[in-house]
């Protein structure tokens, strides 16, 4: 996350996919406004959320003109912390960011902004109210994402587990799914600017359920309804979900080889006190029936290390699962206690040094599963999306979602799918030149 775009950039985004949809989303609205910056936050971690304070306090350093809104899942859930920063000029919480341009307008008209230091201004909307309020999905159509050569389609928000970790229900409500044909019209208008690959993202898109449509069949009717040229991708998905339908739509191949899961632990101890609704064996399960379909599929998770009562035997768990089941792309981060959820008042809490020192051994992990994966491609043509260019190489994704670097026909730009051959693999980095 930078902070040096001062003349343009006015979102600034922390976090999942779905924040990122959201931003986007934000920038649209307020592409008028050109005296404010909204930092989108996220409360999975404190790590994340000490970051966001930090880009907060840099943003109003260099740009002492600009009013700061912040938003998104820890402004939702901690506005004390935010209000009472002085580089604040207003707080608004996750169920309002569709109507940004609305509260804000109802905010200058409150108040006058020349006269006003921020701790005057309206409070964000109460956590625990909007959590459980009606969401209704905004019918305005997004038209693109700004430097990014892939689109995100939010197709729901909300999630209805109980997990002991976790606060993003409280700070995003209960699961709630958007009509299927606005996400049809979004999809299409995606395409209708050029993007050739569409990413499905919420909070738990596993759980996507509207107008007798699921996650499975609704990706079948995206494939069908747009040209062979489109291809889908999936952000993370819920292991206890991954049922027929969506492993029917696996064979189709424009739904790409590359799932992401939210395993957390491979140990069934920690999965319990998780109150997670997989066990090792039926994540296990899911990789194997996956694979079956597509072989090539490569896999990613998401692993938090150091959760407390975790011992070293149950960490030794997560490791054999990661190595058995051959998980390259791993999301490793040290548990963090997050306040009001179960986990915080269990015991015995890890070391901080020992969550760290297992995170480290985790990636190690990780990343000699990645070697070997990506060693498997070399002499194998590939397609890539193009994200970037500098000096005459592109670099991007392979359908695998692995990095590559590669040097292509003149014509190739940002955004197109092109295949190349890879030669060789340094620095766990696809190329196709020696």
């Known amino acids: 996350m930078s902070t040096n775009e001062k003349d343009h950039r006015k979102v600034i985004t922390f976090g999942c996919r779905l924040n990122?949809?959201?931003?986007?989303?934000?920038?649209?609205k307020l592409k008028d406004i050109d005296d404010i910056i909204v930092v989108n936050t996220c409360a999975v971690t404190a790590e994340a959320e000490r970051q966001a304070r930090q880009a907060i306090r840099k943003l109003h350093k260099e740009n002492p003109e600009k009013?700061?809104?912040?938003?998104?899942?820890?402004?939702?859930?901690?506005?004390?912390?935010?209000?009472?920063?002085?580089?604040?000029?207003?707080?608004?919480?996750?169920?309002?960011?569709?109507?940004?341009?609305?509260a804000l307008n109802n905010l200058?008209?409150?108040?006058?902004?020349?006269?006003?230091?921020?701790?005057?201004?309206?409070?964000?909307?109460?956590?625990?109210?909007?959590?459980?309020?009606?969401?209704t999905p905004t019918e305005q159509v997004l038209y693109g994402f700004e430097g990014r050569s892939r689109a995100f389609l939010q197709?729901?928000?909300?999630?209805?587990?109980?997990?002991?970790?976790?606060?993003?229900?409280?700070?995003?409500?209960?699961?709630?799914?958007?009509?299927?044909?606005q996400i049809l019209k979004q999809a299409g208008t995606f395409v209708h600017q050029g993007y050739r690959e569409i990413n499905l993202t919420g909070v738990n898109i596993t759980s996507f359920n509207s107008d007798g449509y699921t996650l499975g069949s609704l990706i079948q009717l995206l494939l069908s309804a747009f040209p062979q040229s489109?291809?889908?991708?999936?952000?993370?998905?819920?292991?206890?979900?991954?049922?027929?339908?969506?492993?029917?739509?696996?064979?189709?191949?424009?739904?790409?080889?590359?799932?992401?899961?939210?395993?957390?632990?491979?140990?069934?101890?920690?999965?319990?006190?998780?109150?997670?609704?997989?066990?090792?064996?039926?994540?296990?399960?899911?990789?194997?029936?996956?694979?079956?379909?597509?072989?090539?599929?490569?896999?990613?998770?998401?692993?938090?290390?150091?959760?407390p009562t975790e011992t070293e035997e149950m960490f030794e768990n997560t490791?054999?699962?990661?190595?058995?089941?051959?998980?390259?792309?791993?999301?490793?981060?040290?548990?963090?206690?997050?306040?009001?959820?179960?986990?915080?008042?269990?015991?015995?809490?890890?070391?901080?040094?020992?969550?760290?020192?297992?995170?480290?051994?985790?990636?190690?992990?990780?990343?000699?599963?990645?070697?070997?994966?990506?060693?498997a491609f070399v002499g194998t043509e590939v397609p890539m999306l193009i994200e970037k260019e500098a000096n005459g190489e592109f670099s991007g994704k392979t359908d695998h979602f692995l990095p590559i670097v590669a040097r292509c026909a003149d014509e190739a730009k940002v955004g197109d799918v092109v295949s190349v051959v890879i030669k060789r693999v340094d620095n766990l980095t696809l190329y196709n030149f020696d």
């Open 155 to 181: 197709i729901q928000t909300g999630c209805d587990n109980c997990c002991s970790f976790c606060v993003i229900r409280k700070a995003r409500g209960p699961s709630k799914s958007f009509p299927v044909l």
């Open 67 to 102: 009013k700061i809104i912040v938003t998104g899942c820890s402004a939702t859930l901690n506005k004390s912390v935010y209000e009472k920063m002085p580089q604040v000029y207003a707080v608004i919480a996750n169920q309002e960011k569709n109507h940004i341009q609305s």
């Open 230 to 307: 489109i291809r889908f991708r999936l952000s993370s998905l819920d292991p206890a979900d991954i049922d027929d339908s969506l492993l029917g739509a696996l064979r189709n191949h424009r739904l790409l080889p590359h799932l992401h899961l939210s395993l957390q632990s491979g140990d069934n101890s920690v999965l319990k006190k998780m109150l997670r609704r997989h066990t090792s064996e039926t994540a296990a399960q899911a990789i194997a029936l996956s694979r079956a379909i597509r072989p090539d599929i490569v896999f990613g998770c998401d692993i938090i290390c150091g959760f």
């Open 108 to 135: 200058n008209n409150s108040h006058n902004l020349n006269n006003t230091s921020p701790a005057d201004f309206l409070p964000v909307l109460n956590a625990d109210t909007t959590a459980n309020a009606t969401i």
């Open 319 to 375: 490791c054999n699962f990661v190595e058995k089941n051959g998980i390259p792309l791993l999301h490793v981060f040290p548990y963090s206690d997050r306040p009001g959820t179960v986990a915080q008042s269990l015991s015995p809490k890890v070391p901080k040094a020992v969550k760290k020192d297992r995170a480290r051994r985790l990636r190690a992990i990780g990343q000699s599963i990645l070697a070997q994966t990506m060693n």
């Open 20 to 28: 990122t949809y959201e931003s986007e989303r934000i920038k649209q």
